[in-house]
Every structure is written in structure tokens, then in C-alpha cells.
């Protein structure tokens, strides 16, 4: 639990938790559930002193996005990047507390006691932003991180092709499909909130100055996200295109070596014919080395001179 605006952190069991929420003017309480759901039981919500019946899936395990308006209270299921995995967090805000639930240890918990030191916000709202806000962040975090990844290992790749880069460019790219297929139901399902609620009159100004740099916030990360994506996708067209010149480099080889031999293949098969020309007019040692051994040598040496003067001699040089 951290008491606002002092933000002084504090333990509490769930019975004493309950009497704070129903005492305090403005408190943020942060419960930590097991990682395994333990069996069927009373609501968490209901253990709170919050009887909303709309409410008792607040604290389950497998909910998806979600951003509604129940009465005076806003209720969210939001992503947040932990580690290598996307974790949820239920939060419900009411006009004197913000409580958010989640299973294991949060990504945010560690930040939040300095974090809103810093900001002092004067009301569950504005912490409630505050702290949307902060979920945004890890999105941006990862998918940074990543780029910059990807990045080195397009470097790496024009340096020294390697076969694990493709296999490490596989991982970023998943993890780039899962923050874009983790962060873009929520901000769908938070946009229509927000939209809704900004149309009405009674939504007070400062808080539509708050949600709209949330919204300003929330597409700058996805923009981060699906630059990443972008950007796996160019490295392994990078990666497919050096796979590609290193072939091309093996046909060229290939094809000048078969150039090589075309001629000597054809020398050796004219040779083998059994004429009458061939079997009775060239028969001393000295015809046989001029015309078998001497016109293959030459042949062999004007192809290789020919190469030479090409460009193509050149490029497999430059290549080997």
C-alpha cells in the first residue's frame, strides 16, 4: 500500500487493506497475487469491501484487455513487458484510491514508490495516468531494446554472415509480433473509452489534458513497435540477399569453371572417334602431344587469358 500524495509504503494484510480504503481521502494499493490461481473463492473485489457486481473478474487470471466505465469507477486490464514475458495488471480507480492487482511480482512495482514521489499527483486519476503512463514505457523499453538489436546484428551480418543470426532475428521478430499483439487490443479498447468519456460535458478539463497525452504516449509506442517490425523485416531481407550474392558467387565459379573444361570435354570426345583419319594418319607420339596434350593446353591457357580480361575473373577475385 503507498499513502498519497506522501507516498510512504507500507505492508498490510487484506483485512487491513479493506479498512484503508474505506478511511483514507487518496491511497494506492498495490496487491500481489499468487502466480497459480488457487481454488474458487470469494471475489478479490468483494474482499476489499468493493461489492460492484461487475467486478468479480478483478484479480482472475486469463482476462484480456479491457478499459471500462462503471459508474464512477474505471476498471483496466493493461499489458505490461516483464522480462521476456507481457504480464496484466487489474486496476480499478475511484475517486479516492487506486488498486491494482496482479499474479507474481509486477514490473512496476519497484519504480512506482519514487516515481510518484516525483510526480506527486493529487488525485487517484491523476495516478491512475500516471501510472498507464509507466505501462507505456515498458512497451517503449522493449521494443528500443530490440531495434537496437536488430540493428547490431544487420552490422554483424555485412561484417560475417553467420547461420545464428538468422535464428536470434527470429526471436526479435516474435517478440515484436507479441508486443504489437499485446499492446494493440489495449489502447483499441482505452481509445474508445477515452473518446467516449471526452465527449461528455461533465469530463473535467484537466483530466482530458491527461488522457490526451496518454493517447499522444500510447501511438508513439506503437509507432516504436511496428518501426521493429520494420526493421526485422528489412534485416531479413538483408539476410536473404547476402544468402543470395553468396550463391550467385558459387554459380559464377561453377560457370567459369565449366568454361574451362567445355572445350577439353569437346577435344577429348572429337579424339575418341574412331575415323579412319584418326585410327590410321595419327599414329606417332609426337602428332599425339601436339594435338592432344598441346591443343588442349592451349585451349585451356586462351580461356584462362580470356577470363583474365574480363570483368568476370575480376568479380570472383573481388568475391574470393
Do not use: C
Amino acid at each position: 500500500m503507498v499513502s498519497m500524495p506522501e507516498g510512504a509504503t507500507t505492508r498490510l494484510s487484506l483485512a487491513e487493506a479493506r479498512q484503508r480504503l474505506a478511511l483514507d481521502p487518496f491511497l494506492l494499493l498495490d496487491v500481489e497475487l499468487p502466480e497459480e490461481e488457487g481454488p474458487a473463492s470469494e471475489p478479490l473485489a468483494h474482499r476489499l469491501g468493493l461489492d460492484a457486481e461487475e467486478l468479480a473478474w478483478f484479480g482472475s487470471k486469463g482476462e484480456s484487455a479491457r478499459a471500462e466505465f462503471l459508474g464512477d469507477i474505471a476498471t483496466f486490464v493493461v499489458p505490461v513487458v516483464h522480462g521476456d514475458r507481457v504480464a496484466h495488471l487489474h486496476m480499478l480507480a475511484g475517486e479516492r484510491h487506486l488498486v491494482v492487482s496482479h499474479r507474481g511480482r509486477a514490473a512496476l512495482a519497484a519504480d512506482w514508490t519514487t516515481y510518484l514521489r516525483r510526480e506527486k499527483p493529487h488525485d487517484a486519476v491523476a495516478t491512475l495516468f500516471l501510472v498507464l503512463q509507466e505501462a507505456l514505457t515498458t512497451f517503449r523499453r522493449a521494443a528500443v531494446d530490440a531495434r537496437l538489436q536488430v540493428e547490431e546484428l544487420e552490422d554483424a551480418m555485412f561484417a560475417q554472415r553467420r547461420p545464428e543470426q538468422v535464428y536470434r532475428l527470429s526471436h526479435l521478430r516474435r517478440r515484436a509480433a507479441l508486443l504489437h499483439h499485446s499492446l494493440l487490443p489495449y489502447l483499441q479498447v482505452v481509445e474508445d473509452m477515452i473518446t467516449r468519456r471526452m465527449m461528455s460535458r461533465d469530463f473535467p478539463v484537466e483530466r482530458q489534458r491527461l488522457a490526451q497525452e496518454f493517447q499522444r504516449a500510447a501511438r508513439l509506442v506503437l509507432a516504436d513497435i511496428e518501426s521493429l517490425q520494420e526493421a526485422t523485416r528489412r534485416a531479413f531481407a538483408s539476410y536473404g540477399s547476402l544468402v543470395a550474392g553468396e550463391q550467385n558467387g558459387v554459380i559464377n565459379r561453377l560457370a567459369i569453371v565449366s568454361v574451362i573444361f567445355l572445350p577439353l570435354s569437346f577435344l577429348t570426345g572429337f579424339f575418341g572417334m574412331n575415323f579412319a583419319f584418326m585410327t590410321d594418319e595419327l599414329e606417332s607420339r609426337v602428332v599425339f602431344w601436339l594435338l592432344a596434350i598441346g591443343l588442349q593446353a592451349g585451349v585451356l591457357l586462351v580461356s584462362l587469358y580470356v577470363l583474365h580480361r574480363t570483368r568476370a575473373w575480376r568479380r570472383l577475385r573481388d568475391q574470393a
